[in-house]
């Protein structure tokens, strides 16, 4: 389709408002449909910050952040959510059903569409083993759900958009091992036309992405694949042994 969803970051600077220096300096990179690009780093060292640029939480300061070839800043948050959906950090839940979750970014989504999003999010024995399973209530603040199943549910959320661009902020650290790669393989066929830029704890969560960046005091620091960065990149090497 015409709105193919390639996304490119020039020469971002950024800083908080009112904040004196930087957390984000001179960032470039380009990602494009069918490809995962992951985002690697320390605690602080601005990979939420990264992301937050595209669905325009906040604006750069100089350089450019692309969706399509356009400038975000020329284009209206409907606009991007069409095409963007982000999972962040800290997953939220409305208090409501577990349905109306769902369907938050598409109210028009199927039943069918959700238990689709569910599948792929591993979500869907939990939800079905509630005795009113979509129509499950989630408390305020989604107390009564676990932390895993709180980022599966946020997962199928943005799942059922089918936006071009996917943005996981760390969302699968709440998974044990077994169920992140089951969610992964899942994950890796539904969006396997989307560009997927993915920010990750655990190494084994990205070691088959196209391209990782490592950031480090919000720089780019180094770029590369899994193998290649074993090779090149002490900062890396010391994340993979951590
Ligand atoms: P982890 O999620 O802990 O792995 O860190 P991160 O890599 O996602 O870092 P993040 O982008 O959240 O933060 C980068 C820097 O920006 C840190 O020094 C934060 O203290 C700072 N920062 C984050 N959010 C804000 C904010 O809303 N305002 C201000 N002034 N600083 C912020
Ligand atoms: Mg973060």
Redesign the pocket.
């Given at each position: 389709s015409e709105l193919s969803g390639v996304v490119e970051y020039r020469n971002v600077t950024f800083a908080?408002?009112?904040?004196e220096s930087p957390?984000l300096s001179n960032i470039s990179f380009t990602a494009r449909p069918g490809q995962t690009i992951a985002i690697i780093?320390?605690?602080?060292?601005?990979?939420?910050?990264?992301l937050?640029l595209l669905p325009r939480l906040y604006d750069a300061a100089e350089g450019e952040v692309l969706l399509d070839g356009v400038p975000v800043n020329n284009l209206d948050h409907a606009e991007i959510t069409k095409r963007v959906a982000l999972v962040p950090?800290r997953p939220y839940l409305f208090s409501g059903t577990i349905e109306h979750n769902l369907r938050f970014g598409k109210t028009d989504a199927t039943d069918q569409e959700l238990w689709e999003a569910l599948r792929v999010a591993q979500g869907e024995s939990f939800v079905r083993e509630k005795s009113k399973a979509l129509e499950s209530r989630i408390s305020q603040g989604g107390t009564n759900v676990s932390g895993g199943q709180r980022q599966r549910l946020c997962i199928a959320r943005a799942l059922v958009t089918k936006p071009r661009v996917y943005l996981f902020?760390?969302s699968f650290s709440a998974l044990d091992v077994a169920t992140d790669a089951r969610l992964r393989a899942a994950l890796k066929d539904t969006t396997a036309d989307a560009t997927v830029i993915i920010?990750a704890?655990r190494v084994s969560t990205i070691t088959e992405a196209d391209q990782i960046l490592v950031?480090d005091n919000?720089r780019i620091v180094d770029r590369g694949t899994h193998e290649e960065l074993l090779e090149t990149s002490p900062t890396y090497q010391e994340i993979v042994e951590s």
């Open positions: 908080y408002p009112g904040a957390v780093g320390s605690t602080g060292a601005g990979k939420t910050s990264l937050s950090q902020d760390d920010v704890q950031l919000g």
